[in-house]
Each structure stands twice: as C-alpha cells, then as structure tokens.
C-alpha cells in the first residue's frame, strides 16, 4: 500500500503560522498533484489547496485564499503547506493525497486522489 507521510503539525496560537510537509519514499511524486485536504471533528474531509503535476498552478479554497500557499521542491519528493495568519477555524487533521496527472475534474473532490496520508493535527487555540 503506497502512502505518504505528513509532518510538521502542532499547537499554534491565533494569527501563528506553521509549514505542513508531504513526502513519501516509495514512489515519485514528480506526476501527481498533490492535495492538502483537511478534516474537523464532526465535520467532511475538505480540500484546502492543490499544486498541479505539470504546470505548477494552484488552487485554494476560498477561506485560506491569501492565507495559506502550497509548493513543492520535486527534487525533495516533498509538497509543503504553509499556513498564516492561522485561526481557531483551521483546526483540524490535515492530510496530503495524490493525483496522478491532476487535477483532474475538480480539484477538491476526495475521490479524484489516489494515495493518502495518516494526517498530522492542526490546533489553533490561545
């Protein structure tokens, strides 16, 4: 079973920042999109933002729009999230996935990726 690994989650206070990392040592990540999604308790998995495997365009969802960037460095095998300006709102289990060749149709649909993380906890409190 193929997976990634997230990395670089924790405790922050209101308006802190923190750099996500998604890496994996089983295959390249050089042909997918990489997905940051995330999850709050009782709530659905929803995606944050995408890279794309080609063309290096992102997308983001509009409440991390001008708060959050998503790269990655090929040459690592690492996609990275950065997040700003944090809020309590944010809190959440935030997971990468992987598209191949993606995006595809939409990019923050669970069911256009194909490989997954275990998640690494997110907490936004004072």
């Known amino acids: 079973q193929l997976q990634l690994v997230e990395s670089g989650g924790g405790l922050v206070q209101p308006g802190g920042s923190l750099r996500l990392s998604c890496t994996t040592s089983?295959?390249?990540?050089?042909?997918?999109?990489i997905g940051w999604f995330r999850q709050a308790p009782g709530k659905e998995r929803e995606g944050v933002a995408c890279?794309?495997?080609?063309?290096?365009?992102?997308y983001y969802a509009d409440s991390v729009k001008d708060r959050f960037t998503i790269s990655r460095d090929n040459a690592k095998n690492t996609a990275y999230l950065q997040m700003n300006s944090l809020k309590p709102e944010d809190t959440a289990v935030y997971y990468c996935?992987?598209?191949?060749w993606g995006p595809g149709g939409n990019w923050n649909s669970i069911k256009e990726y194909d490989y997954w993380g275990q998640g690494t906890q997110v907490t936004v409190s004072s």
């Open positions: 089983q295959f390249t990540l050089d042909y997918y999109a």
């Open positions: 996935a992987t598209d191949l």
């Open positions: 890279i794309s495997s080609t063309d290096g365009n992102t």
